[in-house]
C-alpha cells in the first residue's frame, strides 16, 4: 500500500487480519496437536537418518501427546522427501527430517532444486550431529588411508564408489576422495544407505563414505574395514581419524534437524521446539544417539536456520573444487 493509495478503513482491515492471524496461530498451539504428526524422513528405513529419528519418536510422542509417524519418502539424494515436505499444509502436522546433505549440499549441486532451504521451511530444531566414516570392501585389503591411496594407484582395476545419492555429503565426499586419490573412480549413486551397504559387502562397490550410524553393525561384523573418521566417535573408538593420518581436509561432520514447511504457525514450532530439546535432554535418548555415532545437540531453531544459511556456501566451494553436478 502507497502513501498515495493510503486508506484508514484499509489498513484497520489490514491490522485486525494480522491480529486475527496471530490469535489463530496462539490458539492453534494450546491445542496443537489433537492427531498423529507425521515426520517425513526423505531417505529409505533402515539408513543412518531414518535410524536417528527412531531413536526420539517413542519419547517425542510422549510428549506431544500424540502418534509420531514415520514417513519415508526417498529418492534423488533426499530431495524428494524435502521437496514433499516443502508443498505439504502449514498446519504443524508435516514435518521433515533436514541434513547437510538436504538443505546445504543440495542447493550446491541441484540449479534447479524444487525447494529454497533457506526459504521454504520453519526449522525446529537440531536434533544430533555425526562425522562421517570412509569404509571400504574387505577385499581392498587396507587398514588407512596411505595404503588405500597406494592400492588404488597400483590396482589397474578400475574401483567405483558408493553414495546414499546424487547430491549428498555421501556423494561429495566420495569426489573430494577421488581427487585425493589421483584415479578415476566410478560414482554409483543409490536411494539410500541401505542398498550401498549390500553393495559394498558384496563388492560391487568398494569405497563408500557415511556417517556411523548405519555403518557401524558392519564394521563391527567385519563385513566391511573402516579407514578413517572425519572426527573422534565413541562408537569407532579405534578408526582414526584422517587428520591423526596426515590427510588433512576431511573435517566435515553431518547435522540433523528438523523443520516443518514455510508458514507453519510460530508457537507450533516453539512448542515442538520444547518437546524435541526434553527429548534430546533425556539421558537414554543422548546415550541411545551416542550409541549410533551421533552427539545429541539440542538448541532453538534459530541456530539450525544459521546452520543452513551458513553451510550452503560451504559445500558449494567444495562442489566447485571437485566438479560434482547433481544434473
Not at 533426499?78 to 515436505?85: C, D, Q, R
Not at 562421517?132 to 581392498?140: F, K, M
Not at 596411505?146 to 545419492?165: M, T
Not at 514450532?269 to 551416542?290: C, E, Q, S, T
Amino acid at each position: 500500500m502507497s502513501i498515495l493509495s493510503y486508506s484508514p478503513r484499509a489498513a484497520c482491515r489490514a491490522l485486525l487480519a494480522i491480529a486475527a492471524g496471530l490469535c489463530f496461530g496462539a490458539a492453534h498451539a494450546e491445542t496443537w496437536p489433537t492427531r498423529p504428526v507425521v515426520i517425513v524422513v526423505p531417505f529409505p528405513a533402515g539408513g543412518g537418518t531414518d535410524l536417528v529419528v527412531r531413536s526420539i519418536q517413542p519419547q517425542l510422542q510422549r510428549e506431544l501427546g500424540q502418534p509420531v509417524v514415520i514417513d519415508n519418502r526417498s529418492g534423488a539424494g533426499g530431495t524428494l522427501g524435502s521437496a514433499y515436505v516443502a508443498r505439504a499444509n502449514a498446519d504443524g502436522y508435516t514435518a521433515g527430517v533436514v541434513t547437510t546433505s538436504t538443505h546445504a549440499v543440495s542447493a550446491a549441486l541441484y540449479p534447479k532444486l524444487a525447494y529454497h532451504p533457506a526459504k521454504d521451511f520453519s526449522y525446529a530444531g537440531f536434533v544430533g550431529t555425526s562425522p562421517y566414516v570412509l569404509a571400504v570392501n574387505n577385499q581392498l585389503q587396507s587398514t588407512d588411508v596411505k595404503a588405500l591411496l597406494a592400492r588404488l594407484k597400483a590396482d589397474r582395476a578400475q574401483h567405483s564408489f558408493g553414495s546414499v545419492g546424487v547430491g549428498t555429503v555421501s556423494h561429495l565426499m566420495g569426489e573430494q576422495f577421488q581427487k585425493l586419490a589421483g584415479v578415476p573412480l566410478v560414482h554409483v549413486p543409490y536411494r539410500g544407505a541401505s542398498p550401498a551397504y549390500t553393495d559394498l559387502i558384496g563388492g560391487q562397490v568398494q569405497i563408500m563414505f557415511d556417517n556411523p550410524v548405519g555403518l557401524a553393525p558392519y564394521i563391527k561384523a567385519h563385513k566391511i574395514t573402516a579407514i578413517a573418521t572425519t572426527a573422534p566417535t565413541p562408537l569407532l573408538a579405534d578408526v582414526p581419524t584422517f587428520a591423526s593420518q596426515g590427510v588433512p581436509g576431511f573435517e566435515q561432520q553431518l547435522w540433523y534437524g528438523i523443520a516443518f514447511p514455510k508458514g507453519t504457525p510460530a508457537p507450533v514450532v516453539a512448542r515442538f521446539n520444547a518437546a524435541l530439546n526434553k527429548v534430546l535432554g533425556d539421558k537414554a535418548v543422548v546415550d541411545d544417539l551416542a550409541a549410533k555415532g551421533v552427539t545429541a545437540r539440542p538448541g532453538t531453531p534459530a541456530v539450525l536456520q544459521a546452520a543452513v544459511q551458513k553451510d550452503i556456501p560451504y559445500w558449494g566451494a567444495i562442489a566447485r573444487s571437485v566438479g560434482a553436478t547433481g544434473e
